[in-house]
């Protein structure tokens, strides 16, 4: 029942010799991995067993054909029944589908059943229907699946099917089932007697038979071949069974007669033709690895090696072949078995007579472990101490019996220390697979892989396959035990967990949230909206929402609490994190799935989500603002939504709409108690409507104009009276009017009417203004006229403005005003550099001139 580990017997006392004994010689030997845990269970007589690559499951169906077509003429629906390499049962389930053509294994250890019709259905290792493949084999919906083949391939893994009418169809990849009929193989009135999948060099063949005759088939051709016979017997029988190696390289024909072809698979090399002696028809016929072919009957066992030669084995009871990329395993009612070709670092180290390095530092150290001196003697002769612990290390690898693994291990550590510089790396790397490897070969998990093909495998897929038998724990020591990154290790296995976890529908949702947070709340790289997508897809919709309460990264969580239903939480989460483009998606979410009144009411509670809404109703959804604001009772925002409108009517044709939309602001002011703005939007519209009246009288432009400019068109048009009208009915100051009309005047350039201007009794603004407008439109000498009367402190500055500089100087001079002077000098100096010097004197006459005795008296 447990993995062996016993270690009293010779190191090759499992090994077997094939050949002539000489140099050449190659050797096999059978290991013994498990004592069956079925063996009260399970006659492997009665049963067709079909066993997962890389120390895969095993699946079993009771069919006393031992072919695997389960018909609809037995009585009672066969069980499937999967196990471990062990015998310990995983699951089982009932066929109670079509009829079953073929099973087997996919590369990802999902069960594969073909039927009769082509369809594959995929089940998972506890029996559990993942899904149901549709695959059209055929024209016409008579033909049928006849025999099938489930093979690996450069895409994953493949079906061919040989149909009832005799044709090929393959599928690459059953995730796509994309089904390529091959070309039919000729003489179709002979029936074909073997067949068998070639997938090599990204291209997929098939090798099948009509009698005699072969053929290698594809898509577009059927092209007969011609394997070389030299018996007679090997020429004239029927090609009964063929296999071809997982590698698509090597393949083996096997005629009626017992004679055994071996070659290349795309025949153009022939490496032997053996004769079996055995005219039965074998049970199965596997390569074990590349090296060699595995014959199997009732209770014996076949092996012959490419150059021809052949071991037999003689077996307790019937059993069922598996290959693997290195070794065949055997699995029998009682034992699991394989039997491997003895790699060659390990007949280098224990090789009857071997003077390898290798084997010399492995008796040295054994002598070293028991005190004898003949250590130093083997160590003497060791030319090569590199060599020597490298062949160790590899041979440990290769080991199955943890105290050969030791031995072997000291003894590379022995002689490294006989090396001045050596990289540990091989070393230490070969330790940590040793350990894996014997953890995943304990019968309790029973996957007995061996080191090359875990290095075909990968560790990330190994823990993968960890994951998926629920060996959770394992799973994550051996992550911890290689310091994978957390998303690749840990995290990811704990997630997987979460997700096997939320499946158990004994366990309350409560304390199963409960549970899986306590367990994952620490690991801050798991994501809980997978585990609670999978609660959800389980129907346990409760326990989905208190996970997803879980998930910290909002911009998850939201859109996963609002496929759950729990959409104010949604919009709470959302508006919490502060992420406009997250409180969108899940507003324009909401409003799509809710009825309108339902959905205001709970934008209410969030203010923030709220004015997001209004704004981007205000771009996409005008219509819609309104309804909110009224909603709320927001008169000023509904008044100032009524004037945006009134002045988005431009068109002469909407201009009552225009009148109508401010006399609406205006009632809303007025509800809001803003006065201000009320009186605004009444003058507002006592102005169009003057405007309206102007632009129909005189024909031009009036609507849209300010009350200022709409004065200044008047005064341009001569219409004085009207614009003191317009000024009087709008309240406008009679400084304000004075100053439209003089920059009226200035603009047409009417300087006789501006000097009249001028000469009233009363100037409002003074003639400061004058002389502005003159100079604004380009009219110095008409400033100059105004000059003399602008007020006397702000002179210079006119006149500095005007640029009469000297005239400027002279004013200030007679102030003895010092600071004017500067600033004028600094005006000047760049136009006038005389009148710059001139005024410099100024300024000196003024610092040295003596002080003003009336103003010094006036002051004591």
């Known amino acids: 029942m447990s993995f062996l580990t016993e270690f009293d017997r010779p190191l090759t006392t499992d090994w077997i010799s094939i050949g002539e004994g000489d140099e050449t010689s190659e050797f096999y030997r059978k290991i013994e991995l498990y004592d069956m845990e079925w063996t ?5 007589e009665n049963y067709a067993v079909v066993g997962a690559s890389y120390g895969g499951p095993v699946a079993i169906i009771k069919d006393d054909k031992k072919f695997l077509r389960v018909t609809a003429q037995i009585p009672v629906k066969p069980i499937i029944s999967i196990f471990t390499a062990a015998g310990r049962l995983i699951s089982s389930l009932k066929w109670d589908s079509g009829i079953l053509v073929r099973m087997g294994w996919s590369s990802s250890e999902d069960l594969l059943c073909v039927q009769e019709d082509g369809n594959i259905l995929v089940y998972n290792l506890f029996g559990a229907s993942k899904e149901t493949v549709q695959c059209l084999i055929g024209s016409e919906s008579k033909e049928k699946a006849f025999e099938a083949e489930i093979f690996p391939s450069n895409n994953g893994t493949g079906v061919a099917y040989l149909t009832t009418k005799g044709n090929f169809v393959v599928v690459n990849n059953y995730r796509n089932a994309r089904a390529t009929k091959f070309a039919q193989v000729p003489f179709s009135e002979i029936k074909i007697t073997s067949w068998t999948v070639v997938a090599a060099n990204r ?13 290698r088939v594809d898509a577009t051709q059927a092209e007969q071949v011609f394997p070389e016979f030299v018996s007679v017997a090997g020429m004239n029988s029927a090609i009964s069974f063929m296999a071809a190696s997982l590698n698509g390289v090597h393949i083996a024909l096997l005629t009626e007669s017992g004679i055994l072809w071996m070659g290349s698979s795309d025949f153009s090399k022939k490496y032997c033709e053996h004769t079996l002696g055995l005219r039965t028809k074998p ?18 066992l076949v092996l012959v090696n490419l150059a021809g030669e052949s071991i037999s084995f003689s077996m307790d009871s019937q059993f069922a072949l598996i290959p693997e990329i290195d070794c065949v395993r055997v699995v029998g009612n009682t034992t699991h078995e394989i039997i491997q070709k003895v790699p060659r670092e390990t007949n280098s180290v224990f090789g009857i007579g071997s003077v390898e390095p290798g084997s010399v530092l492995f008796l040295a150290s054994n002598e070293y472990a028991k005190g004898s001196h003949k250590a130093d003697e083997y160590i003497r002769t060791i030319s090569n101490m590199n060599k020597a612990v490298e062949e160790c290390i590899s041979a440990a690898g290769h080991e199955f019996y943890p105290p050969t693994q030791k031995l072997l291990l000291k003894a590379a550590q022995f002689g490294k220390c006989f090396l001045t510089k050596y990289n540990p790396e091989g070393f230490v790397h070969m330790c940590q697979m040793l350990r894996i490897l014997n953890a995943v070969k304990d019968y309790k998990i029973a996957i007995p892989l061996t080191y090359t093909q875990l290095e075909k495998l990968t560790i990330p897929v190994l823990i993968d396959r960890l994951v998926l038998r629920r060996q959770y724990s394992l799973a994550i020591k051996i992550a911890e035990f290689l310091k994978l990154r957390e998303s690749q290790g840990r995290s990811r296995i704990l997630a997987h967990w979460a997700c096997y976890k939320v499946g158990q529908t004994h366990i309350e949702e409560g304390k199963l949230a409960d549970e899986i947070y306590e367990k994952l709340k620490s690991d801050t790289n798991i994501s809980y909206s997978e585990i609670a997508n999978k609660a959800f897809e389980s129907g346990r919709k ?7 309460r879980f998930e910290v990264r909002r911009s998850i969580q939201v859109p996963l609490l609002l496929q759950l239903g729990d959409k104010d939480t949604a919009l709470h989460n959302a508006v919490e994190s502060g992420d406009a483009n997250l409180i969108y998606d899940v507003l324009l979410s909401l409003r799509d799935s809710m009825p309108l009144g339902q959905f205001q009411m709970l934008i ?7 004015k997001l809404y209004i704004k981007y109703c205000k771009i996409f959804k005008p219509e819609s603002v309104r309804d909110i604001y009224d909603q709320e009772d927001d008169f000023e925002s509904q008044a100032a939504l009524f004037i945006k409108e009134s002045y988005s009517s ?3 044709s909407k201009f009552a709409a225009r009148l109508s939309s401010l006399v609406s602001a205006q009632e809303m002011y007025k509800k809001s108690k803003n006065e201000f703005m009320a009186s605004v939007c009444e003058e507002q519209v006592k102005l169009l409507k003057y405007q ?3 632009q129909q009288q005189y024909g031009k432009d009036f609507i849209d104009l300010s009350l200022r400019d709409t004065i200044k068109e008047l005064l341009s048009m001569k219409e004085l009276k009207l614009a003191e009208k317009l000024r009087s009915e709008f309240k406008v100051s009679e400084k304000m009017f004075w100053s439209i009309r003089l920059q009226t005047l200035g603009e047409h350039h009417e300087w006789p009417e501006v000097e009249k201007l001028s000469k009233t009794k009363k100037v409002p603004g003074g003639f400061e203004e004058f002389v502005e407008v003159c100079l604004q439109y380009g009219n110095r000498a008409e400033a100059h006229k105004y000059l003399p009367r602008v007020k006397e402190d702000l002179q210079v500055k006119y006149y500095v403005m005007a640029r009469y500089f000297e005239e400027a100087a002279d004013i200030a001079y007679e102030r003895k005003n010092e600071n004017e002077l500067l600033f004028i000098r600094s005006s000047c100096i760049m136009s006038d550099r005389s009148l710059a010097e001139k005024i410099e004197g100024m300024v000196t006459q003024l610092r040295t001139a003596p002080p003003d005795r009336g103003n010094r008296n006036a002051r004591k």
């Open 40 to 44: 009260s269970q399970v006659d492997i």
């Open 203 to 215: 291209l997929t063949n098939i090798v099948a038979a009509r009698e005699t005759s072969v053929y």
């Open 283 to 300: 049970k199965q016929m596997v390569w074990c690895g590349s090296k060699a072919v595995v014959i199997s009957w009732d209770t014996t």
């Open 542 to 548: 409760k326990l989905a929402l208190k996970l997803a």
């Open 604 to 610: 209410r509670k969030y203010p923030m989500a709220q």
């Open 650 to 652: 431009q068109s002469e």
């Open 692 to 694: 309206q009246t102007l």
